[in-house]
């Protein structure tokens, strides 16, 4: 099995640590600002709140045949916070952490991806497009905070 980290970005959010915490950790608000998402099924909430650990839902992305599962693996509110997706022999992890900055806070995300040797080249291309894509998905998350 191949891994790499195929993203590192950070985005300025206008809002605090915890709201921004609680809009990009909710399952259920991620199609408005992730591009490549059209919807999420099969919602499985545990916990208190919306992407507490152990919660877990399919995405089903604007790539056809592509519908991962997703799976919260680690959180701790307002600081950090970790989902896989695993998609047949793909496994897709994103770190978000999150801290405050000037007026509004700072997010950091983390995005690596686990493919079997033979589709390591994949990874290379990958390498190319998922940062840009990743800090355009969060600066959509962030201008529609501030339109909130």
Known sequence: ???RQIADTVVEFPASAAATFDYLTD???RPEWQSSLRRITDLRSVGDRPGDVGTSWVDVTTVPGIAP???VIDCVPQRYWVEIGN???VDARLRLDIGPHDDGCQVRARATLTVPGLFTPVLIGLN??????LRADLQR????MTAR
């Not at 190319?128 to 894509?133: E, F, G, H, Q, V």
């Not at 998350?141 to 529609?144: E, G, H, I, R, Y």
């Open 69 to 71: 599962r997703l799976e």
């Open 27 to 29: 399952p259920v608000r």
């Open 87 to 89: 998609w047949h022999v």
């Open 1 to 3: 099995m191949g891994s």
């Open 141 to 144: 998350a962030a201008a529609l």
């Open 128 to 133: 190319a497009l998922a940062p840009t894509a």
